[in-house]
C-alpha cells in the first residue's frame, strides 16, 4: 500500500461522489450467464452507520479522487449509505406481502449468484450459491474493472438453511444464523485486517471497500476484486450437464481476465482458448497450494471450489486462517465434520484442476465425461511440476536470497535446494509427542519448531561466528513455546538433521558466492537484512486478527471510520514482509487515543505469533 | 571506556563519527551488533544503518531488537561484537525494554570489558546519568507512553546530550532554562556532529554546543 500524503480538497457534494451511482445492481454477468444468478429487488436500510471505508482502495479503483482526502464528509457518507446500505426484497417478503415505501426501493435489481457449495444436500449445486449476499455491481476504470458485491444483505434462497428446511426465511430471522441473511461487524473487520495485510505481501485476496453497522453488532461488508468468479460458478453448470452455462460463465470469465490485462495472448479461437484456460487454471491453482503451504495459510479448499476465487484469490476469511507454525495437523470443527488440514488443501486443489480438464473436455467435446475420466490427465503432472518448482522458489525466497540468486539457484542448483527441503520439512513438520488436542475451535497437534525462527538468525550466526551452530544453540533458537520436556530428549536422528540444515543452507550459500564472485560474508548479510524482514518475528495469526478486531470493537470512544483506517494502514505497514518494499514512514497520524490501541495490537500479534 | 554518541542524521552525515567509531575498536572490520529502538521499522533502520557502513567494507553485522523476546543465543552473539550501535527512536520506550531484558548491567560490562558503544540520539541519550533530555523541548520531544518514573540512564559519562540541536531562540531558551537546574554539563549537537569519548578524553565532530549552568558555550575539542 502505497501511503500518500493528501492534498485537501473541498468535496461536500454529492454530485462530487457521482461515480458510485454507477454501482446499482447492474452487472454483464447477468446477460453473459442468464441461467447462473438470482435477481432480488432492493430497498434502502435504513439505521446504517459507516464504520470503515477503504479511502485507498477507493482511489485505486478510481471511484474517489487520487487527491481525496482520507476523510469522511457529509455527501461522502451519506453516498455509500446510499449505494451499499441495502436489504432485498426476497422471497419471504413477497410470500407475506411486505410492502416497502416506493421511495426506498432501488431501481435496478441486485443478483445472487449461484454456485456449487458442498454445504448443500444438493451436490449438483441446484440451491446453492450466496446465501447472504448480491452482488452490487462493477465499477469500471481504465485499466481495471472491479466487482463489488455485499455480504450481509438479506436471506436468499441460496443458502443452506433455505435447502435443508426447504422454507424462505425473513431477513434477520433470530431463529437461524448463517440462514438469516445477516453479517457481523466483526466479521468485516477480520477480513480487513487479514485481507490488507495479505494485500501488501503480495497474496491475492479479495478487499474490504467499507462496512457499514446495523444495530446489535450486524453489518453489511462490502467486498471488490477484479473478478469475483469462484471455481463453484463454473462447477455448478458443470454438474448440472449444462453445456451452455458452463461456456458462457468460461467465456465471461476468460473475457474479464482479458479486459483487465490479467491474461495477455488469449487465442482466438474456441478450443485453443479453452486449452489456455486450462493452463492458466493449472498455473494459478498449482502456485496457490505452494504459497498456502508456505505462507501457513488455511482456507479450507475443497471439491466445490468454493472459498477461493478463480484466480487464487482468498475469499470468505470465515475459515481463513494464518498459522504461525506449521500446524499441519489443524482441523476446524464444523460441527456436522472436520475441515481439510492445510496440507490436503494441495490434494483439493489437484481435484480442482482435475474438474477444470473436466470442463475444457466438456466444452471441446460437447459431452460430459466422468471426472474420474481425468484422474491421470496431463494437467495433474503439470500441476505436480509447477507446484514442486514454486515451492523451491518460495524456500530460497524465505532463506533471505536475492532474486537473481533466487533465479541461478532454482535454474542451476536444483539437487542442492532439494537437500535443504529435506532437513527444511523435517523441523517445519515436526509435531509434538503430546499427540492430537482439542482447541478452541477444532483440533491440533502442535507444531514444535519455529523454522522462521531459524531462518531470521542463521545467517547471522554464521556471519558472526564462521562456524556451525552447536546443537544445543539450534534448538534453542527454532524450539516454539508449544515444545514439550518429552520432544526435547534425544533425537540422534534430529541432530543429523541439524547437522543437515547446516550444510545445506551453507551450501546453497557457496554456490551463489561462487556464481556472483561474491565474498561469503556480503552474501550472508544480504540474506540476513533480507531474511530478518521475510521472517519477522512478529507475524499476524488467524487468532491474532481475530483479538485485534475484538480490541477495536470494544474500543471505547469508538473509533470513527477514519480512525480505523490509519489503524489498518498502520498495522498493515508493520506487517510488512516484503524486504523489497520500503514502507515509508509517516505520515499516517494515528491519534493520541488510539495510540495505545494500536501498541496493543503489536502485543496481541508477538502473543499469538505461534499460534493459530 | 570507548563511547561515540552521535547527534542524529543518516548515511554520509555521520562517515567521520562512524570512521572514529571504527577506530576506537582498533580493527580494520570490527563486528557490530545493531540494537534499534524499537522493532518496528527495525529492519529498515539496519539496513540503512549496515549501508552507512558500506564504503568501510564492513560485512559483520547483528541485527537485535529488544522489545521482543530473543533467546540467549543471539544475546550472547550479540554482545560479542566489537562494537554496539543503540539506534534512535524513542528513548522512553528504549529504556524501558533495555530495562526489562536487564540488558542496562549488560551494557555496562560490555563498554566496561572494552567494547565500543555508540548511540544515535535516542540511543546516545541512554548513554548519560538521566535521559531527561527526551522531555524537551516540548515542540520536538518524546512522548514517555511507558509512563517510566526512573529516568535513570547507562551513567556511562557525567555529562548530558542533547542530539539534533539547531542554533535557534527556541531551542536555545530550553536548553538554557534546562542547564540551569542540571548538575552535569549538557552538550547539544546537530545532526552530523557528535562525541567521541575514549577514557577520560573526548573530542567533539562537527557542531557541538555546550549548555552549562544557564550559558550556552560553543564547544570545539
Known sequence: MTITKKKKTNLTNSNDYKSFDKINGRHPFKSACPKSFVDYPARLRPGGKLAFFNFGLAREMGMIDKNHPDELNPALENKILETFGILIINEYDEMNKIEFPKDQIKPYKYMATRYLQLQHPNKKGLTSGDGRSVWNGFYKKRPKTWDLSSSGTGATKLSPATAIQNKFFKSGDETISYGCGYSEIDEGLSTLFFSEVFQQNKIATERVLAVIEYSKGISINVRAHNNLLRPSHMFRPLKQDDLESLENVVEYYIQRQKENGDWKGVPKTRKARFEYFLKKQIEVFAKLSADLEDHYIFCWLDWDGDNILMDGSIIDYGSVRQFGLFHHEYRYDDVQRYSTSILEQKQKAKYIVQTFAQIVDFLSHKKRRSLHDFSSHECLNKFDEIFEQKKKKNLVYKMGFEKEDQEFLLKECPILIEAFQKPFSYFEMAKSKKGLEQVADGINCSAIYCVRDILRELPQLLLSRGEFLEKSDFLEIIQSDYITQEDQGPNSYRDGMIRSFQQAYQDLVESVCCHTKKDLNKVLLEISMRSSVINKYDRVTGDSITTIVDQVLNARPKPKPEEIYRLMQEFVRYQNLDPDVRPEKGPIVIKQKNKKLFQGFLKIVREYREGL | ?221
Open chain 2, 1 to 221: 571506556m570507548k563511547l561515540v554518541l552521535y547527534g542524529g542524521g543518516a548515511g554520509e552525515d555521520n562517515h567521520e563519527l562512524d570512521a572514529a567509531a571504527i577506530k576506537l575498536a582498533g580493527k580494520a572490520y570490527p563486528q557490530m551488533t545493531y540494537i534499534p529502538s524499537a522493532s518496528f521499522g527495525g529492519e529498515i533502520d539496519f539496513k540503512d544503518f549496515v549501508g552507512n557502513f558500506a564504503s568501510f567494507e564492513m560485512t559483520k553485522f547483528i541485527y537485535f531488537p529488544v522489545d521482543m523476546p530473543f533467546d540467549k543465543t543471539l544475546a550472547d552473539e550479540a554482545f560479542k561484537s566489537d562494537i554496539i550501535h543503540l539506534g534512535g527512536g524513542n528513548t522512553y520506550y528504549f529504556l524501558y525494554y533495555l530495562r526489562k531484558h536487564k540488558l542496562i548491567s549488560r551494557l555496562r560490562n560490555f563498554v566496561k570489558e572494552g567494547g565500543v558503544l555508540t548511540g544515535l540520539s535516542a540511543g546516545a541519550i541512554l548513554m548519560t546519568p538521566v535521559i531527561e533530555t527526551a522531555g524537551f523541548p516540548s515542540f520536538d520531544c518524546d512522548k514517555n507512553e511507558e509512563n517510566i518514573t526512573n529516568l535513570r540512564g547507562l551513567n556511562l559519562v557525567k555529562f548530558e546530550f542533547f542530539p539534533h540541536y539547531r542554533s535557534s531562540h527556541r531551542y536555545d531558551k530550553e536548553l538554557i532554562r534546562y542547564s540551569k537546574r542540571c548538575n552535569v554539563p549538557l552538550f547539544a549537537c546537530s545532526d552530523g556532529a557528535g562525541l567521541v569519548v575514549e577514557g577520560d578524553c573526548f573530542k567533539s565532530i562537527g557542531k557541538t554546543v555546550l549548555f552549562s549552568k544557564g550559558q550556552k558555550i560553543p564547544f570545539s575539542f
